[in-house]
């Protein structure tokens, strides 16, 4: 139990320090031709969630997907990135500024602050990817949250999608 408690925070530690100065994910690299396309659902007059999903050059398959907040007349705008990594799903809830607002509705990148991350281990593969993660600890089931960020996920992959451009 011991060594099982230690591999955990092993992981855990080695992911935040991973994160902490290491360059941005393909997806996120700047100045890289990524696709983005949109969806978006009112919520009321001034509240509305925006729905980005991002792809490289070439690729085929989406690599991030975001759900945009607009925050409504009063509040931040609230971030969920779902990095889609090939062996674990990576989830980081971020809050922006109200300032930054016209360029997050772009599917840019402005200034957050992280809340909250966290990961979903899937199925293993063969590392075919251009970055790579520490190990992550064998999950038996998911949890709770877990169910949860996944159902939101598949919700949100489902959406019918615009080009950003129109958007603009």
């Known amino acids: 139990m011991k060594i ?89 809830e971020r809050i922006a500024d109200r300032r930054d607002l016209p360029l997050l509705l772009k599917g840019e990148d402005a200034p957050f602050q992280t809340v909250k991350e966290r990961f979903i281990k899937t199925a293993p593969i063969e590392n075919e990817r251009l970055y790579t993660f520490p190990d992550v600890p064998k999950v038996l089931r998911l949890s709770e949250a877990e169910r949860r960020d996944l159902t939101t996920l598949l919700t949100l992959l489902s959406k019918t999608r615009k080009p950003i451009a129109e958007n603009r």
């Open 4 to 92: 099982l408690a230690f591999s955990v925070l092993t992981s855990f530690a080695l992911l935040l320090v991973a994160n902490a100065g290491r360059e941005p994910l393909p997806i996120d690299q700047a100045n890289n031709r990524r696709t983005v396309t949109f969806a978006t659902e009112g919520e009321d007059a001034t509240s509305a969630f925006y729905y980005f999903f991002y792809s490289l050059p070439d690729e085929d398959e989406v690599s991030k997907v975001r759900m945009l907040w607009n925050g409504g007349s009063a509040n931040k705008p609230t971030i969920t990135d779902y990095y889609l990594a090939g062996t674990f799903i990576w989830i980081i």
